[in-house]
Antibody
Framework: EVQLVQSGAEVKEPGESLKISCKAS????????IGWVRQLPGQGLEWMGI????????RYSPSFQGQVTISADKSTTTAYLQWSSLKASDTAVYYC????????????????????WGQGTRVTVSS | EIVMTQSPGTLSVSPGERATLSCRAS??????LAWYQQKPGQAPRLLIY???TRATGIPARFSGSGSGTEFTLTINSLQSEDFGVYYC???????????FGQGTKLEIK
C-alpha cells in the first residue's frame, strides 16, 4: 500500500527557514515523480512543483520558482519542501502528492494526476 | 497558463438526486483531466482521471464526461457522505504546468 506520511504542524516567525518532509513507502520511491500542493486558508489547491527522486530533476510552477526548494533523499525515501525565509503569506496547508505512473529513468515522461496524497502539513507564519 | 474554471461555485442538492458539476479549460487539454473530492480537514481524494475513468474504490454513482475544454462530473443518487468541495485538475503538458479549478462546494440539502 502506498503511503505518504508528512511531518507535523509548524509555527514559525517571518524570516525563519523551514523544511517539511514527506516519508514515502509501499512503492519504488526513486522512479515516481513526487511533489507538493499548497492550500491557503479557506482556498483552493495550487500545484507548486515536483521532483524525480532518481536524479533529483525538479520542476516548479512559475508561481513558486525561486520561492521554495523541493528535494528528495532516495536513501530515506523522503521528499522535502523548504523555505529559506518564510513570509506570513506562506501560511497554508501543504500536501505531498505522487504521480500515478511508474517512470523508470530514461523512459518518456508523461504528465500525470495524483492518486496518492499525504495527510497535509499545516504551516503557520506569524510574529 | 491553462485556467480551469469550475461552475457553479456552490451547489445544494437533496439526497437521492443528481448533482452535475462543470469544469472548463481555457484551451484544449484532450482528456487529461482529473476530479478530486475534499472534505473538511482531509486531504483531497482522487475520484476520476482521464476525464472518465473512476479511481480505485470510487462508487459507480460518480461519473465523468467530456474532452477538449468542457468536462462534467455527475453524481447520481447523491448520498449524504458526498458533501465536500470538488476540484478539477488538468495534466496535459510536460514540462508540467498542472492547474486546478477553484472548486465547487457541494452541499447536501
Amino acid at each position: 500500500e502506498v503511503q505518504l506520511v508528512q511531518s507535523g504542524a509548524e509555527v514559525k516567525e517571518p524570516g525563519e527557514s523551514l523544511k517539511i518532509s514527506c516519508k514515502a513507502s509501499g512503492y519504488t520511491f526513486p522512479s515516481y515523480w513526487i511533489g507538493w500542493v499548497r492550500q491557503l486558508p479557506g482556498q483552493g489547491l495550487e500545484w507548486m512543483g515536483i521532483i524525480y527522486p532518481d536524479d533529483s530533476d525538479a520542476r516548479y510552477s512559475p508561481s513558486f520558482q525561486g520561492q521554495v526548494t523541493i528535494s528528495a533523499d532516495k536513501s530515506t525515501t523522503t521528499a522535502y519542501l523548504q523555505w529559506s525565509s518564510l513570509k506570513a503569506s506562506d501560511t497554508a496547508v501543504y500536501y505531498c502528492v505522487r504521480h500515478s505512473r511508474h517512470t523508470p529513468l530514461g523512459v518518456l515522461i508523461k504528465p500525470d494526476f495524483f492518486p496518492n496524497w499525504g495527510q497535509g502539513t499545516r504551516v503557520t507564519v506569524s510574529s | 497558463e491553462i485556467v480551469m474554471t469550475q461552475s457553479p461555485g456552490t451547489l445544494s442538492v437533496s439526497p437521492g438526486e443528481r448533482a452535475t458539476l462543470s469544469c472548463r479549460a481555457s484551451q484544449s487539454i484532450s482528456s487529461n483531466l482529473a476530479w478530486y473530492q475534499q472534505k473538511p480537514g482531509q486531504a483531497p481524494r482522487l475520484l476520476i482521471y482521464g476525464a472518465t475513468t473512476r479511481a480505485t474504490g470510487i462508487p459507480a454513482r460518480f461519473s465523468g464526461s467530456g474532452s477538449g475544454t468542457e468536462f462534467t462530473l455527475t453524481i447520481n443518487s447523491l448520498q449524504s457522505e458526498d458533501f465536500g468541495v470538488y476540484y478539477c485538475q488538468q495534466y496535459n503538458y510536460w514540462p508540467p504546468k498542472y492547474t486546478f479549478g477553484q472548486g465547487t462546494k457541494l452541499e447536501i440539502k
